[in-house]
Nanobody
């Protein structure tokens, strides 16, 4: 059973940066794509970025391209979402979820079977 624990969220001013972490345990990690999703109040949970655990291939939502960077550290069994300096906007405020999928480079929410509890990111103007 895959377990995911996110951390690193918080309150940040617009234009600031944050790095979210997702500690992964259980399962056969090389089988999985790791993804980040976010859900703002009153909105559906949406795809942000994904990375394949085995070879680090990445995919991004249009809203994340050039602003966020997803990466993984095999030795630490951790996935990161770097929200780059200067990129954060108030509309990025959401709960950010880490998820694991057995599909290669999955980008659809329904393709992810395992989810973390989420970490709140609040961007003030």
């Amino acid at each position: 059973q895959v377990q995911l624990v996110e951390s690193g969220g918080g309150l940040v001013q617009a234009g600031g940066s944050l790095r979210l972490s997702c500690a992964v345990s259980g399962g056969t990690l090389r089988m999985y794509t790791m993804g980040w999703f976010r859900q703002a109040p009153g909105k559906e949970r949406s795809f942000v970025a994904a990375v394949t655990w085995s070879n680090g291939v990445t995919a991004y939502a249009d809203s994340a391209k050039g602003r966020y960077t997803i990466s993984r550290d095999n030795a630490k069994n951790t996935v990161y979402l770097q929200m780059n300096s200067g990129s954060l906007k108030p509309e990025d405020t959401a709960v950010y979820y880490c998820a694991a999928s057995t599909r290669w480079l999955a980008m659809q929410r329904d393709h992810y079977a395992y989810w973390g509890q989420g970490t709140q990111v609040t961007v003030s103007s």
